[in-house]
């Protein structure tokens, strides 16, 4: 079973940067694409961003579109979320995710980190 593990998240002030970073093993990288997903309490948990792990293509929900971008590092089976121009409404549980289609659903992806807190103070 694919084992991923975040981390990075923490506080910051809007306008501020962080960068998650999730550490994958237990899988054959190449066959997964690589999403993150944030949920608040009390809402359901909704695409930020995903990277195919053999194209490299990305893509990414409006709501971060050029302050996000998401990469991946296959030497060190790790794929990261950079997070600029933060925003408070950008606080949220961040989620790595593994799956193999292509889709913005949660129900797409089969294997899931335990999360990062983020939290952006204004």
């Known amino acids: 079973q694919v084992q991923l593990v975040e981390s990075g998240g923490g506080l910051v002030q809007a306008g501020g940067s962080l960068r998650l970073s999730c550490a994958a093993s237990?899988?054959?990288?190449?066959?997964?694409?690589m999403g993150w997903f944030r949920q608040t309490p009390g809402k359901e948990r909704i695409f930020v961003a995903a990277i195919s792990w053999g194209g490299g293509s990305t893509s990414y929900a409006d709501s971060v579109k050029g302050r996000f971008t998401i990469s991946r590092d296959n030497v060190k089976n790790a794929v990261y979320l950079q997070m600029n121009s933060l925003k408070p409404e950008d606080t949220a549980s961040y989620y790595c995710?593994?799956?193999?289609?292509?889709?913005?659903?949660?129900?797409?992806?089969?294997?899931w980190g335990q999360g990062t807190q983020v939290t952006v103070s204004s």
């Open positions: 995710a593994a799956g193999r289609i292509v889709s913005t659903a949660p129900s797409a992806y089969n294997y």
């Open positions: 237990g899988g054959t990288f190449s066959s997964y694409r």
